[in-house]
């Protein structure tokens, strides 16, 4: 007999000896009076004394519960923030998720057991009219152990065990932000390329310019260079960053720093006119340790995503001491600087000020 | 409730979360859609689909995604009942590696992430060369016996085949809940052993400055980059609708290097080698990450030699 190809295997188009053999036997299993269920489940009227208490079905109802359970808390908590973005719907997927889980759930729960015993009837009988010319056994040997159709009560337990265990430990122990040590790592590690990139999109301040303004298209570099009057303004710059700070200052995120060489020249411009305050770590510049630069985690979509990025800072006077790690507010203006072949954002500090570590450890 | 302290094992459990906050819509969204498949799909409506020449079906397969767009965590449980639904295996795998690349919303997120550095050529390189590659690896599949291939349960659900395409809407929505059911537990648990190693990985090994270091040293040699650049992608277990952002990112790699993390990450990391055990054989799918690892190598560094003389051809010096 030659090897089946993978092309007329299945069933309906087969005319090996192979395949007849599988089904013969398989039909034998299935028309039997369990109807495709195996020994020890219990469904309907056919259960047997062993399987009096119906782990078959209690146990995918528990971990859908649980599954659904822990996302919708996340979400609910509101501690998905620090999980998640807020770009990209990643958060309201998850509560979406943990719904349809408890759906799912509840579903198991309270419709399965009526219809499961009436369900099989019609279909044996609906069988019987089409000609037998397939059998069977849909999909019950999914409730067989999800390791495999061979599982035993160790693979279900196993599988239970996996299922449970490392989510309920994440969920009860996670900390909602990573270690002391992870983040110096971090910040030693390979420095991020600022061009292109514009992570989630929310940090593109000339796209969201353009959002903002009624006129398409009219944050384009090229219609400023071409003396358009529709540039980039201060009085957005203002409402962009969500207003002026009481010292007069435009605060602005790191990130939003880190990304103005990938903007448009209107908007470096104007940028580069106003006294700019942004909050970070501070950390050793690697290749002039004597160098100050500030240093923040970034997330592109999920916490485990996390990649560092910084800028460097320089201090109009002489500079003052600061501490490794240490948050501080840094105020100043900003300058672009060619630096290892790649245009970088400098802030030229008038003024370093210890500050508080913001609600959220990253950005995004 | 106060969240504990940080510590070493909060980094891991953190991150574990986070990767289960963001994945677990989608591997829901596969085993939905695998339910309703199942339901709803006659047993045939693959063999109307595609051509009836094994070879022009492979070709079809690879680009299914562009109809069919799921990422790599959904399309596990998607590919699994089509199979059932007698897609033919070779067909399985081209589009089960070709969907998480080869799809709408990664062509948009490769766009966006590599702006100001050639998208467009980034884009259109990584999409060629995914479809060459799971074309090539179909067609090695339909040399391969499919019992060798599948796992036996797997197997025995595709010749009991049964079409669900009679019975009422209730029945069909029940029956299709009930697989889903099913599906997304026997895909979870896959997803949290690959998930859980990822996140150690990601916090207690990638992290470390001697990995750093090594990291940093690789980047300048192209022999050594690409695959350094294809391990990262393998232990990063990024998702493909976002790992182009983190290769935009990796500076001081050569293009080459990125496109093969880009091209060879969707189709094979730590998280994929568990949900890849849930449909096929242990040995055929080391011997997938294998052959996807060589094929990967190989095909970026023709790339690398032959993409400028025929940018050049197109329109003039480019990269």
């Known amino acids: ?364 | 409730m106060i969240p504990p302290v940080p510590s070493p094992t909060g980094d891991i459990l953190f991150a574990f979360l986070s990767i289960v906050l963001e994945g677990a819509p989608y591997l829901l969204l596969g085993t939905l859609i695998s339910g309703f498949i199942d339901a709803y799909l006659p047993s045939n409506a693959m063999d109307r689909l595609l051509p009836r020449r094994p070879i022009f079906a492979i070709l079809v397969a690879g680009l299914l995604g562009g109809f069919f767009p799921v990422c790599e965590c959904a399309v596990v449980p998607v590919i699994r009942r089509l199979l059932k639904k007698g897609l033919p295996l070779s067909c399985a795998v081209t589009y089960m590696l070709s969907a998480p690349i080869i799809n709408p919303v990664v062509v948009l997120s490769t766009l966006s992430a590599f702006k100001g550095q050639n998208p467009v050529f980034m884009t259109c390189s990584r999409l060629l060369m995914a479809y060459i590659v799971t074309v090539i690896i179909g067609f090695i599949v339909s040399r391969l016996r499919v019992d060798r291939v599948l796992r036996d349960h797997v197997l025995a659900d595709g010749e009991t085949s049964h079409s669900h395409a009679h019975g009422s809407h209730d029945q069909r929505v029940t029956h299709a809940l009930r697989v889903a059911r099913a599906d997304f537990l026997d895909t979870a648990m896959y997803f949290v052993i690959g998930v859980l190693i990822t996140s150690v990985f990601n916090t207690r090994l990638v992290v470390l400055p001697q990995a750093q270091g090594a990291i940093g040293l690789l980047s300048g040699n192209d022999a050594l980059a690409i695959p350094g650049l294809m391990a990262l992608a393998f232990v990063l277990s990024l998702c493909s609708t976002t790992d182009a952002f983190i290769a935009a990112s990796l500076a001081g790699f050569s293009w080459v290097a990125r496109l093969a993390f880009l091209v060879f990450g969707p189709m094979a990391d730590l998280k994929l080698i568990f949900l890849y055990s849930s449909v096929f054989k242990k040995a055929f799918v080391a011997r997938l990450i294998l052959g996807l690892l060589l094929l990967v190598a190989l095909l970026s560094v023709a790339w690398k030699y032959a993409a400028p003389p025929l940018l050049n051809l197109i329109h003039g010096p480019a990269l």
């Open chain 1, 1 to 364: 007999m030659a090897p089946p190809s993978d092309h007329d295997h299945h069933g309906h188009r087969c005319s090996h000896d192979h395949d007849h053999d599988h089904e013969t036997a398989h039909s034998d299993h299935v028309h039997g009076p369990e109807c495709g269920h195996g020994p020890g489940h219990s469904h309907g009227a056919t259960g047997s004394p062993a399987a009096a208490f119906p782990w078959s079905r209690v146990a995918p109802c528990f971990l859908l519960l649980l599954w659904g359970g822990v996302m919708v808390y996340y979400f609910a908590s509101g501690r998905v923030i620090h999980y998640l973005t807020g770009f990209g719907g990643f958060r309201l997927q998850t509560l979406i998720c943990g719904l349809l889980l408890c759906v799912l759930a509840a579903f198991e729960l309270l419709v399965r057991p009526v219809p499961a015993g009436s369900e099989s009837e019609s279909d044996a009988e609906e069988c019987r009219g089409c000609g037998g010319d397939h059998d069977h056994s849909h999909d019950h040997s999914h409730d067989h152990g999800h390791g495999g159709s061979s599982g035993g009560w160790v693979a279900k337990a196993l599988t239970f065990l996996i299922l449970a265990v490392p989510l309920s430990a994440a969920a009860l122990y996670s900390p909602d932000r990573y270690s002391d040590q992870f983040f110096i790592n971090k910040a030693n590690a390979v420095t991020s390329s600022n061009t292109g990139a514009l992570g989630g999109g929310g940090v593109d301040l000339a796209k969201r310019a353009a959002k903002a303004r009624p006129l398409p298209g009219a944050a384009d570099g090229t219609a400023a260079a071409a003396g358009g009057s529709t540039a980039f303004t201060v009085d957005e710059l203002e409402r962009l960053s969500g207003g002026r700070t009481p010292e007069g200052n435009i605060p602005l995120q790191l990130v939003e720093l880190f990304y103005m060489p990938a903007q448009t020249r209107d908007v470096q411009e104007v940028v580069s006119t106003q006294v700019i305050e942004t909050t970070g770590q501070a950390i050793k510049d690697k290749q002039d340790p004597t160098k100050m630069r500030l240093f923040r985690l970034m997330m592109t979509c999920c916490a485990a995503d996390a990649r560092p990025i910084s800028i460097p800072v320089e201090f109009t006077e002489a500079p003052p001491s600061w501490r490794e790690m240490g948050w501080y507010k840094v105020t100043g203006t900003v300058e672009y600087r060619e630096i290892n072949g790649e245009q970088s954002t400098v802030f030229k500090a008038s003024a370093l000020t210890p500050g508080k570590p913001p609600r959220q450890q990253m950005m995004y």
